[in-house]
């Protein structure tokens, strides 16, 4: 009965700032692993971040390290993505994911999360 709500998209110029939000719920937030994804129509869905059940494992694609970095808090059950230095070829929906864990390690693949929420919709101008 696990829920995923992302929040935080919109329409953004390139190179400004955004922070996505994902409010989970429904079972024990720091048992999960959690990540981003992102898709648009022409790209398949491509793993933009993990995180490992502390937070002291993360991972992030790429086309986005050193601009994007994944965060949780634990306390708040959320997971926050910040993306910085946005570039229009960031534009795409993400989806916040969550699998469940038993160890404190990053989940790789989208198979493995279990969990999906509805998407938020990034649109990056140039």
């Known amino acids: 009965q696990v829920l995923l709500v992302e929040s935080g998209g919109g329409l953004v110029p390139a190179g400004a700032s955004r922070r996505l939000s994902c409010v989970f719920s429904?079972?024990?937030?720091?048992?999960?692993?959690m990540g981003w994804f992102r898709q648009t129509p022409v790209k398949e869905r491509e793993f933009v971040a993990g995180?490992?059940?502390?937070?002291?494992?993360?991972y992030h694609a790429d086309s986005v390290k050193g601009r994007f970095t994944i965060s949780r808090d634990n306390a708040k059950n959320t997971v926050y993505l910040q993306m910085n230095s946005l570039k229009p070829e960031d534009t795409a929906v993400y989806y916040c994911?969550?699998?469940?864990?038993?160890?404190?390690?990053?989940?790789?693949?989208?198979?493995?999360?279990?969990?999906w929420g509805q998407g938020t919709q990034v649109t990056v101008s140039s």
């Open positions: 994911a969550a699998g469940a864990s038993t160890g404190d390690f990053v989940l790789y693949g989208s198979a493995i999360y279990k969990h």
């Open positions: 429904g079972r024990t937030f720091s048992t999960y692993g």
């Open positions: 995180i490992s059940l502390t937070g002291d494992n993360t």
